[in-house]
């Protein structure tokens, strides 16, 4: 397969699109199975991504609030 557009930086992994014809579709059911989030939605967050250990649904929202921070609501 051609360089794939992916971000994820563990391309050793069974379920990167770079090893698989069915590009990201076994990484997404894999994660979504697991109740977790891709690695590349945590990178169009930030690239700084040291230290991530846990890829779950409620790890990103906190990866993103610390990140983007709380959005203001306009009232």
Do not use: R, W
């Amino acid at each position: 397969m051609d360089k794939h557009f992916c971000t994820c930086p563990v391309e050793s992994c069974q379920h990167h699109p770079s090893a698989k014809k069915e590009g990201c579709d076994p990484c997404i059911q894999k994660n979504l199975t697991q109740g977790e989030i891709p690695a590349c939605f945590f990178l169009a967050v930030s690239e700084d991504a040291d230290g991530l250990t846990e890829f779950s649904m409620e790890s990103f929202v906190s990866f993103y609030l610390k990140h983007k921070g709380m959005p203001t609501s306009k009232v």
